[in-house]
């Protein structure tokens, strides 16, 4: 099921930004390590985005805009690369 996350993690895609998500792709998303972020922020092909998701914002085109916020945990198994380093980290 998580097969859609980890076709965009392999095809390079560093984070996923968008309005809204199923909150199995959200899920799955974050389990696998690719940052996923809520924002309505308006964007085109090439153009270079930055974000932060410690301080919860996305910007491009001069525009910063807030992103839904992250658990403290999320935020953690991002930053372990997924919810499977995360875990064996965890248990060291």
């Known amino acids: 099921?998580?097969?859609?996350?980890v076709a965009l993690r392999d095809a390079g895609v560093v984070a996923?930004?968008?309005?809204?998500?199923?909150?199995?792709f959200f899920r799955n998303a974050v389990n696998i390590g690719l940052p996923v972020l809520?924002?309505?922020?308006p964007c085109r092909d090439g153009d270079q985005v930055t974000f932060d998701l410690e301080e919860?914002?996305?910007?491009?085109?001069?525009?910063?805009?807030?992103?839904?916020?992250?658990?403290?945990?999320?935020?953690?198994?991002?930053?372990?690369g997924g919810l499977v380093p995360f875990l064996c980290g965890e248990r060291r």
């Not at 996923?16 to 909150?23: E, K």
């Not at 809520?38 to 922020?41: A, F, G, L, S």
């Open 56 to 80: 919860g914002w996305i910007e491009t085109g001069g525009i910063r805009r807030p992103v839904g916020p992250l658990s403290p945990r999320m935020r953690a198994i991002l930053a372990a």
């Open 16 to 24: 996923v930004a968008a309005p809204s998500f199923a909150r199995i």
């Open 1 to 5: 099921r998580e097969q859609a996350a």
């Open 38 to 41: 809520e924002c309505d922020i």
